[in-house]
């Protein structure tokens, strides 16, 4: 894969978290920091992105991350376009990148790729001009970048540290793509006991997720945890749809008020959304006192910002004279 980072150490691309420091996803979160605005503060707003084109291209649903870019574009000054290019053949390869060089005849700087094929981000890297960046908001069931970090400030913000939190990532872990980039982040940053709790049929290969601990209970995964993040059963991502007994699979798995009293006393319950209550999640405990399901929300607009001026940054010392 072509560098994520150009010869200076700038952010130039974003599709994976995988092969970036410490350092870098530290600063990110520094940055994201400062671009925080709690709800009903004004929200930031700067020039960071002025004279910048960004361009969301979201192949697959989304609502929150589609909102998220959108917003944390135009905080920042940048003209922001907000395509759905649903339809497309599954020439796919050709078609995207028939939109992509369009878009880029129109000056745009900043591509933002959702699309539930794996390898598109890498494969656009490869193709966009060199004064041009990708971002991915959600590639397949692989990597969800920004949404790692995010999860990584929420936790942050909390705890104020990650080395020796015990964190606990609950529920449809094989197709979750949130799991692997969160896993990712945390463990970059230096927590050491992440459990990967779920059904037999639902846990990643053995070949993923180096060093965390599987466990098929959620009473044994969740016990003294200091985060537990829940996941939604990504149905889309199944070969056949997958018949799923929705009370048996709360009954087994689900997280209610009951059950987090076996984590830590300061637990924090996050989920990235959308929830299904009564699913993997009750309402008592989604809208309860520890859940930090709302400020991932908010937190996830200041990392998007962080992100996008960091490339535009990187991508000012690559642009082309007048
Ligand atoms: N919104 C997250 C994602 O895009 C999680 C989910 O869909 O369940 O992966």
Do not use: W
Not at 44 to 57: D, K, M, P, Q, S
Not at 161 to 185: C, M, N, P, Y
């Amino acid at each position: 894969m072509r560098e994520q980072l150009d010869g200076a150490g700038g952010l130039r691309h974003l599709i994976t978290l995988e092969g970036l420091h410490r350092e870098v996803l530290s600063g990110l979160l520094d940055r994201a920091e400062k671009y925080r605005r709690l709800p009903g503060q004004p929200a930031y707003e700067g020039r960071e992105l002025a004279g910048f084109t960004v361009a969301n291209l979201f192949f697959e649903p989304s609502t929150r991350t589609r909102a998220s870019f959108d917003l944390a574009g135009r905080r920042l000054g940048a003209h922001v376009l907000s395509l759905d290019p649903h339809g497309s053949s599954r020439a796919k390869g050709e078609t995207m990148l028939d939109t992509i060089y369009t878009l880029e005849a129109m000056n745009t700087d900043v591509f933002v790729i959702r699309d539930s094929e794996a390898g598109i981000p890498e494969f656009l890297i490869d193709h966009v001009a060199p004064h041009v960046s990708v971002i991915s908001a959600g590639e397949a069931h692989l990597s969800h970048p920004t949404q790692g970090l995010l999860d990584a400030l929420t936790i942050r913000m909390h705890k104020r540290r990650f080395a020796g939190l015990k964190l606990a990532i609950v529920g449809d872990i094989k197709h979750s793509r949130v799991a692997r980039s969160t896993a990712h982040a945390v463990m970059t940053l230096g927590t050491s006991d992440v459990r990967l709790v779920a059904p037999e049929g639902l846990l990643p290969a053995e070949t993923e997720f180096r060093g965390a601990h599987r466990c098929t209970g959620i009473e044994e995964g969740i016990a003294g945890a200091d985060v537990v993040i829940m996941l939604r059963i990504q149905r889309e991502r199944m070969a056949h749809g997958a018949a799923l007994d929705e009370a048996a699979y709360f009954r087994e798995f689900g997280l209610d008020a009951q059950r987090l009293k076996l984590a830590s006393p300061d637990a924090l319950v996050m989920h990235p959304g959308p929830m299904n209550r009564g699913v993997e999640i009750s309402s008592e405990v989604a809208d309860g006192p520890r859940s930090v399901i709302r400020e991932q929300v908010n937190n996830g607009v200041a990392v998007r910002m962080a992100v996008l001026a960091s490339i535009a940054a990187t991508l000012t010392r690559h642009r082309k004279p007048l």
